[in-house]
């Protein structure tokens, strides 16, 4: 894998050692929904995987797709579209179309996310990172904690704790 320089700390020389002057970053995990780009902070992801049976849960919220085995644990699929309230055509929703899981969360109760693929891991200064605009075309804000304008693209990082608060957990917590 090649790094550009772009994402190289600046190295400064003393005498015969080298510093490296590292700037405040911070990671993401990115993948893609329809025309959007999402993050999602590393430390909130647990793994990704490849496409998993979704096992569809009679009277489940909306945003529920029903439920994945991954190695024995049972975890709650989201549908992420439907969940944060992307708009996006029904037929692509109803086709039969494979998602790749985002496992995020805690390890206690992680939850799989379904995305339509997969991007990178990337390292973003935090002086890039803004607070979210007062409107992103067809996403429900709530979810939406904080973005960053790259050049070709609009990074949406998504509020974590909102993606996997459910009604019940509302209710007890």
């Known amino acids: 894998m090649t790094q550009t320089n772009e994402t190289l700390p600046a190295v400064e020389k003393k005498g015969n050692v080298v510093e490296m002057a590292i700037a405040?970053?911070?990671q993401f995990v990115t993948f893609y929904y329809d025309?959007?780009?999402f993050g999602l902070p590393i430390d909130d992801v647990i793994e990704i995987?490849?496409?998993l049976d979704v096992t569809?849960?009679?009277m489940a919220p909306k945003y529920v797709s029903g439920v994945v085995n991954l190695r024995g644990q049972i975890?709650?699929?989201i549908d992420l579209a439907t969940r944060i309230g992307l708009l996006c055509k029904k037929q692509d929703q109803e086709d039969g179309k494979e998602y790749n899981n985002v496992i995020m969360g805690n390890r206690e109760e992680p939850i799989s996310l379904l995305v339509e693929r997969i991007g990178d891991v990337m390292s973003i200064p935090t002086d890039k990172i803004e607070p979210p605009p007062d409107m992103?075309?067809?996403i429900d804000l709530k979810y939406v904690g904080q973005v960053c304008k790259l050049d070709n693209k609009l990074l949406i990082i998504l509020n974590s704790k909102a993606i996997e608060c459910t009604e019940n957990k509302k209710q007890n917590g």
């Open 75 to 77: 975890l709650t699929a």
């Open 49 to 51: 995987n490849r496409t």
């Open 35 to 37: 025309k959007h780009f």
């Open 24 to 26: 405040d970053t911070s």
């Open 56 to 58: 569809p849960v009679p």
């Open 136 to 138: 992103i075309e067809g």
